[in-house]
């Protein structure tokens, strides 16, 4: 079995309809927010307790972004229940979208937990059993005033997913989703428990 996308399908809808939340993308819409991977159960050995994009508690996606953006966290741990509704009205009220880089990775494998070298480790050297998300067909005649990778891309131990990474922002470019470069910011990754400042950064920057 290969290894898929714990959200494959919401993936896949916003790939097909442009619709994400179940509502039409907005032509000019504020945030394109962009992962890496979040295997479903039966691709990963450890347990992925989300219920929907950057839903693990460790992740703390949902206090820092928020927080940078409109002053408020919406993490459980901060006493916000009625998740993952509250976060979809959200990124609904505020014109977001999420993404991650990987769709599946067509490999008879599992992964043994979440990290990002573990999935760069699935993936062939040419990229030719990875499906990742297609930005030409989502997001043409969109634009973002701002793209936010959770990661900082500083680990040199993921050079394939570097590679989708780039293919990516090139995408998003040649598709004018965004005028240039400076508008593509990297934030520490949320599991840490420093990175608000990062956040924040990318927000105002």
Not at 75 to 84: L, M, Y
Not at 129 to 143: P, R, S
Not at 193 to 205: G, K, L, P, Y
Request: with cysteine; net charge negative.
């Amino acid at each position: 079995m290969p290894i898929v996308h714990r959200f494959i399908d919401q993936l896949t809808e916003i790939e097909q309809n442009k619709t994400f939340c179940d509502r039409q993308i907005a032509t000019n819409s504020n945030i394109l927010i962009i992962g890496t991977f979040n295997p479903s159960d039966a691709s990963c050995e450890k347990e992925n307790t989300a219920n929907w994009f950057y839903g693990r508690n460790q992740s703390k996606f949902w206090r820092y972004f928020p927080t940078a953006l409109t002053g408020d966290s919406l993490h459980p741990n901060d006493g916000i229940d009625g998740h993952p509704q509250i976060w979809k009205k959200y990124c609904i009220d505020n014109d977001i979208v999420i993404i991650d880089l990987i769709k599946s990775i067509n490999i008879n494998d599992i992964l043994p937990n979440f990290g990002d070298r573990e999935v760069n480790c699935k993936i062939n050297h040419d990229l030719s059993n990875t499906e990742y998300f297609d930005i030409d067909l989502a997001f043409n005649g969109i634009t973002f005033i701002k793209v936010i990778y959770s990661l900082t891309w500083t680990d040199n131990y993921i050079p394939r997913l570097k590679r989708i990474r780039d293919i990516i922002n090139r995408k998003l470019l040649e598709n004018n989703c965004i005028q240039n470069v400076n508008q593509i910011k990297y934030c520490l990754t949320p599991s840490r428990n420093d990175a608000q400042t990062s956040w924040t950064n990318a927000i105002v920057e």
